[in-house]
């Protein structure tokens, strides 16, 4: 019938309205001021619409939420920042709004390139977030991060972020992504397993 789709999406809309106030006057301030309340409102089948009280509360987001990139690395033995990029440039030549700027490394004496990274920028005023270089880094250096509270006046000296800013521990990724971490721990472990069992016995 001409109009039946109409009808029903004004029905669904209307529903929110009403389930909005039944299910305030139920639940009072419950539903708004309190940490149980917030993750009542995260639920699939939570009923009403609800107004999040920004920045007072925050919505939890789900793991595969994602913002602008950071450069994953792990800490040595003093201390010392290990980064995992090898500044391959494999995410600067993927971003679409070709964001990234890596300089390489290179040996003082002779010139030659080490696989680190000097220097590496994102401007994350033009990243779209796409996350795609996060999917094709092929060190797992670059992840998605959750962190969305970047606001600030000053484009150039705090919206370009260099390798000091973009720098996050691997105990930082696990902690914000962590069936990614766990799949991704597993699948190098298998992978250093296979190496092992491919070398030949020493005589
Ligand atoms: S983050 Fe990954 S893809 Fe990008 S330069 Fe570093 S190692 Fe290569
Ligand atoms: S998330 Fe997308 S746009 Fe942002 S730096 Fe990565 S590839 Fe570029």
């Given at each position: 019938m001409n109009g039946l789709g109409i009808i029903r999406g004004l029905w669904v809309t209307f529903k929110h309205f009403i389930l909005t106030y039944i299910e305030d006057i139920r639940a009072g301030k419950k539903r708004y001021y309190t940490q149980e309340g917030i993750l009542a409102r995260?639920?699939?089948?939570?009923r009403g619409a609800f107004t999040i009280q920004y920045p007072e509360e925050k919505y939890p987001v789900p793991e595969e939420f994602r913002y602008i990139p950071f450069l994953v690395y792990e800490e040595g033995e003093n201390r010392e920042k290990n980064y995992r990029c090898t500044s391959c440039g494999i995410c600067a030549k993927v971003c679409p709004p070709q964001c990234i700027w890596i300089v390489r490394t290179t040996d003082p004496n002779t010139g030659k390139p080490i696989p680190a990274p000097a220097e590496f920028y994102i401007d994350v005023d033009i990243?779209?977030?796409?996350?795609l270089c996060a999917e094709y880094c092929p060190f797992d250096a670059i992840k998605m991060d959750h962190?969305?509270?970047?606001?600030?006046?000053n484009r150039f000296a705090d919206h370009i972020f260099n390798k000091e800013r973009l720098g996050k521990p691997l105990s930082y990724y696990a902690q914000i992504r962590p069936q990614n971490f766990a799949r991704e721990e597993a699948a190098r472990k298998a992978e250093l397993e296979a190496k092992a069992a491919r070398k030949p016995a020493a005589t």
């Open positions: 995260t639920r699939s089948d939570v990243c779209m977030n796409c996350g962190d969305y509270e970047i606001a600030s006046y």
